[in-house]
């Protein structure tokens, strides 16, 4: 499926920037289509109004960066009420302090009940990704897409700081400021001497076998996939059945699967995992493995490996786990 990038030459980074998320989540350079960039726009010798109607006319899957300057320009709106006649599938992005209640998007060819995402919101370009991944027809790690995600939002924070103008700052500023209460990330600090004590903690539990089953089951599907965030609450449904791919990817019953609320509520009470995201009423629905743990994950030392790989190969379809049996 073609992707078609409807924006502003004004809102040119935080297109790049989702060029390249798309990139770095599988969609081939040749089915993005993004008018500012070389090698994603209109190619030399076409007329650029034709080759525009040609490429909406094929029907490919529009995404709308929408933004006051979006609204602003006449060649956008024209842009928008081509693909809404042909019936395009799309979804709208909002820049960073976009304002839904701008009368002009109200009143305007896309239908404001329909879903939008801001994408200074993680969760909401979490829902972006799953969509384009369901476009896409196919699985995508859950590594790729945490890495694909810190860049995209990395690319965010470096134009807030680096070069954006006083207006645009102010602006994304309120963006953030308005997606807080729905998404309260968690930021990274340095590594104090608790976080380490923890990891000696962490380490020392796994060596002596103090860890239930279901617990080194979950740190093998986090150090399998190079993944350091959990979902919790209607997160975790989502969580599971990444954990029922890694279980069927790697020949092992659903032990974990069944069991991942008791394992993650366990490395909760170690104090091994910290917050990483609330809902809208406070309540955390994505957990984090504590820096100094995550900071070791894929480099942990042999005898730990080996503790994780003895677990992992109890669990093989068709072996026998004698601890659940009633003799």
């Known amino acids: 499926m073609k992707y078609f990038i409807s924006h502003s030459s004004k809102n040119l980074h935080y297109g790049e920037s989702i060029v390249q998320l798309l990139i770095d989540i599988g969609v ?21 109004f034709e080759w525009l109607k040609s490429q909406i006319e094929d029907k490919p899957f529009v995404i709308y960066l929408l933004s006051d300057d979006y609204y602003s320009s006449v060649a956008c709106l024209n842009e928008m009420g081509a693909a809404w006649i042909v019936e395009n599938e799309h979804i709208a992005l909002f820049t960073p302090g976009f304002n839904l209640n701008n009368s002009k998007y109200n009143e305007g060819a896309i239908d404001p ?23 896409e027809n196919r699985f995508i790690k859950p590594v790729i897409i945490d890495q694909a995600i810190t860049s995209f939002f990395n690319s965010i924070e470096n134009y807030l700081h680096n070069g954006n103008s006083v207006n645009n700052h102010n602006s994304i500023n309120r963006g953030i400021n308005e997606t807080k209460e729905e998404s309260k990330l ?7 001497e608790n976080s380490k004590s923890l990891y000696i903690k962490f380490s020392d539990s796994i060596k002596e076998k103090k ?26 449904k989502g969580e599971v059945q990444n954990i029922r791919n890694w279980e069927e990817i790697n020949e092992l019953n659903n032990y ?22 609330k809902t809208s009423h406070g309540n955390p629905r994505e957990f984090v493995l504590i820096e100094s743990i995550s900071n070791h994950l894929l480099d942990l030392p042999s005898n730990i490996q080996q503790v994780l790989t003895k677990t ?16």
């Open 28 to 48: 081939p350079h040749d089915d993005i289509i993004f008018t500012s960039k070389s090698g994603f726009g209109i190619p030399k010798g076409e007329n650029i």
């Open 312 to 327: 992992k190969e109890k669990y093989h379809e068709g072996s026998i786990n004698t601890m659940d049996l009633p003799f």
């Open 113 to 135: 009940r329909k879903m939008g995402v801001f994408i200074d919101n993680k969760y909401d370009m979490l829902e972006f990704v799953t969509l384009i991944s369901k476009n």
């Open 256 to 277: 974990l699967s069944s069991k991942y609320n008791t394992a993650l509520n366990k490395l909760k009470l170690r104090n091994f995992l910290d917050v990483y995201s």
């Open 186 to 192: 968690h930021t990274p600090v340095e590594v104090d």
């Open 211 to 236: 860890l239930s089953d279901e617990e080194l089951l979950l740190i093998n599907y986090m150090v399998d996939i190079g993944k350091t965030t959990l979902g919790d609450r209607w997160m975790a």
